[in-house]
């Protein structure tokens, strides 16, 4: 049942991305991998 409403969701969470967007909202400043350090830098 899920399926079929998984192409509207999307369309959905684009909307309300780009409202965000427009209102001003930004995403992140660092990017996740960053933030919960799972590629950390280790000089060998």
Request: overall charge positive.
């Amino acid at each position: 049942m899920w399926k079929g409403c998984a192409g509207p969701n999307g369309a959905r969470n684009g909307v309300f991305a780009a409202r965000l967007a427009r209102e001003g909202m930004s995403g992140p400043l660092m990017h996740l991998k960053e933030f919960w350090c799972m590629e950390p830098n280790i000089k060998w």
